[in-house]
């Protein structure tokens, strides 16, 4: 079985910094897109950031544009998240997802994707 594990999530002060990663264990299985979610309580998972597997191609969502930047190791089957500049307003819990076959270059709907891990805490204090 296929696992999504993501990492790197903690307590971090506004305007600080943190580095999450998405691992796959198990059996390896062909992932056609990465995604990166995340909701904060009471609030609906919402889409953050998306890499096509084989090119590297890129979508974010405009609020965080300029401050997140999402990768993926192909040797490593990992998905990392940089994200930069942090507000109170991320707080969250961040979900990495696999999807298998692409939609489109923007992915932003969790129907699109296969697989989730099973999140990990960022906090942002003020």
């Known amino acids: 079985q296929v696992q999504l594990v993501e990492s790197g999530g903690g307590l971090v002060q506004a305007g600080g910094s943190l580095r999450l990663t998405c691992a796959a264990s198990?059996?390896?299985?062909?992932?056609?897109?990465m995604g990166w979610f995340r909701q904060a309580p009471g609030k609906e998972r919402e889409f953050v950031a998306h890499i096509t597997w084989s090119d590297g191609s890129t979508y974010y969502a405009d609020s965080v544009k300029g401050r997140f930047t999402i990768s993926r190791d192909n040797a490593k089957n990992t998905a990392d998240l940089q994200m930069n500049s942090l507000k109170p307003e991320d707080t969250a819990v961040y979900y990495c997802?696999?999807?298998?076959?692409?939609?489109?270059?923007?992915?932003?709907?969790?129907?699109?994707?296969?697989?989730w891990g099973q999140g990990t805490q960022v906090t942002v204090s003020s």
């Open positions: 198990g059996r390896t299985f062909s992932t056609d897109a």
């Open positions: 997802a696999a999807a298998v076959g692409l939609r489109g270059p923007g992915m932003a709907r969790k129907y699109e994707y296969d697989l």
